[in-house]
Each structure stands twice: as C-alpha cells, then as structure tokens.
C-alpha cells in the first residue's frame, strides 16, 4: 500500500495558496457570506479590503468588533469593503446569524487564497489598499487609535 501511494506521488497535485505578504499583490481570494454571496478579491479593485480573521471564542476579537463596525459605517462610502471570516473550528455558520444582522459589515465562514489566522492567532487582519496591495498583516486587536491611523491613509488615497 505504501509502495502504491510513493509510486503516485510525483502525479499528485497539490494547489497550496501563498499566505499574503505585506508589500506584494494580495492573492485573489473567493469567501461566500453567510447570506450567501459570493465575493472575490478581484472584484473590489479601486477598494479598500479589510479581512479580519476571528474567532467566537476569542475576548479580544470581541472586544474589536464593535470598534470596526463603527468604523466601517462610517467610512463604508469612502471605498471600504470589510469581511469577518470565522476560524474553521468556531461555531456552525447558523449560529452566527443573529450577530451577522447587527453587524455593518459582512460576516463569512470560509475563505480561499492562503488567508487565515497569522500564526495561528486570532484575531488577525488583512488589509488591501486601492491598487490590490497588502499593507498590513496583523496578528492579534487594533485598538481604535491605530486602526484609525492605519486604515484612513488607505482611505485618502485616490482609487
């Protein structure tokens, strides 16, 4: 049996997407929402994206959430796209449902293109500029200061 799958090996093909890294072209991505719409990356050219990566679990998640959905209503008209992804080991997507119809931007249960939690810690944030460029990968909170002073120079630019 063993001897089988080393014989199949070099014609395996495995499809691994590179982990976004800070100054190079962000990976296009695909995520569905949990009301079901698919998004990709490559759509929201011109925008600036945001992908937190959280966790129902994780207090400082929590903690920053309200932060960002202030955030995003305000700024959503300016060219913002936000997304909350949950971690793969959080709760079903239906469970997420009542929080999702409070929050001002769209929550999801799976993404592709090598996003994911940064270390594995959560909370963890992308975020794109206009030209498709990733210009943060964070690991763990913003605070409202920072997010602020990251996010509204990405804003300011011209799409």
């Known amino acids: 049996m063993a001897l089988a799958i080393a014989a199949a090996a070099p014609f395996l093909v495995v499809s691994v997407a590179a982990a976004p890294k800070v100054g190079v072209a962000a990976p296009d991505f ?3 929402t949990l009301d079901k719409r698919k998004v990709r990356l490559s759509e929201l050219r ?6 937190n990566y959280w966790a129902t679990w994780c207090a400082p998640c929590k903690a920053e959430m309200p932060m960002m959905h202030r955030y995003f209503q305000a700024n959503q008209a300016r060219g913002l796209e936000m997304f909350g992804v949950t971690t793969q080991d959080s709760v079903p997507a239906y469970q997420l449902e009542k929080l999702a119809s409070v929050l001002s931007y769209p929550l999801a249960a799976r993404i592709s293109g090598g996003y994911g939690a940064i270390g594995n810690a959560v909370p963890s944030t992308y975020i ?3 030209k498709g ?3 943060v990968a964070k690991a763990g909170a913003f605070t409202d200061a920072e997010f602020r002073k990251t ?3 990405l804003l300011a630019e011209a799409p």
């Open 151 to 153: 996010v509204d120079p």
């Open 46 to 51: 011109g925008k600036v994206v945001i992908v």
């Open 30 to 32: 695909t995520l569905t």
């Open 128 to 130: 794109i500029d206009r």
């Open 133 to 135: 460029v990733v210009r």
